[in-house]
């Protein structure tokens, strides 16, 4: 089975400011990795597909870059509504398997 | 629009059964794989299962291989959890997701685009 680690496990911010979340794989999972946001009380959403494509009405604040086991998940400037959590996902083999989350939280 | 919605959840008593169903819309839920992710209460996503556009091909968690069961209707576009000898640990709200896609003989996962609001699944005496 490969484990992502996410770190860190929470980030304290304010809106404006620029961040980036990391996400290690315990084996390649070369490009197969996507990141959900996930919000209090809802499904999450996909945000980033294939390390770096973003999903469909994703604004362009949202980026996403690595492959093999290091991938990060950059946020150019905070939006009130992007106070969440967010997961990294592998789906390069089964079982898939999540990261355990990054919460962003409003300093 | 594209739409999943699951029903189904409630509580249930240790060792005991429950069938999720998930209503698919919006889009051609017949070329599609599918997915079921759970999360337990204040935890982390968890993949349960994945089931080829046909149902020919189905994977499952270690954690729930012989005791869950995914299946769907094409004809009714719904997609199933059967879960039987439920435990503890299987207390989560279950989401569907879309998923994966076959050319061929060949079946390749993807990323989920497409989610449900979950149902919540307690397993308690």
């Known amino acids: 089975e490969i484990v992502l680690t996410q770190s860190p496990g929470t980030l304290s911010l304010s809106p404006g400011e620029r961040t980036t979340l990391s996400c290690r794989a315990s084996q390649s999972v070369s490009s197969s990795l996507a990141w959900y946001q996930q919000k209090p009380g809802q499904a999450p959403r996909l945000l980033i597909f294939?390390?770096?494509s973003r999903a469909t009405d994703i604004p362009d604040r949202f980026s996403g870059s690595g492959s093999g086991t290091d991938f990060t998940l950059t946020i150019s400037r905070l939006e009130p509504e992007d106070f969440a959590v967010y997961y990294c996902q592998q789906y390069g083999s089964s079982p898939l398997t999540f990261g355990g989350g990054t919460k962003v939280e409003i300093k | 629009q594209v739409q999943l919605v699951e029903s189904g959840g409630g509580v249930v008593q240790p060792g005991g059964s429950l069938r999720l169903p998930c209503a698919a819309s919006?889009?051609?839920?017949?070329?599609?794989?599918m997915n079921w992710v759970r999360q337990a209460p204040g935890k982390g996503l968890e993949w349960v299962a994945f089931i080829r556009y046909d149902g020919s091909n189905k994977y499952y968690a270690d954690s729930v291989k012989g005791r869950f069961t995914i299946s769907r209707d094409n004809s009714k576009n719904t997609l199933y959890l059967q879960m039987n000898s439920l435990r503890a640990e299987d207390t989560a709200v279950y989401y569907c997701?879309?998923?994966?896609?076959?050319?061929?003989?060949?079946?390749?996962?993807?990323?989920?685009?497409?989610w449900g609001q979950g149902t919540m699944v307690t397993v308690s005496s």
């Open positions: 997701a879309k998923g994966g896609y076959c050319s061929g003989v060949t079946c390749y996962f993807t990323a989920f685009d497409i």
């Open positions: 919006g889009f051609t839920f017949s070329t599609y794989g």
């Open positions: 294939g390390a770096s």
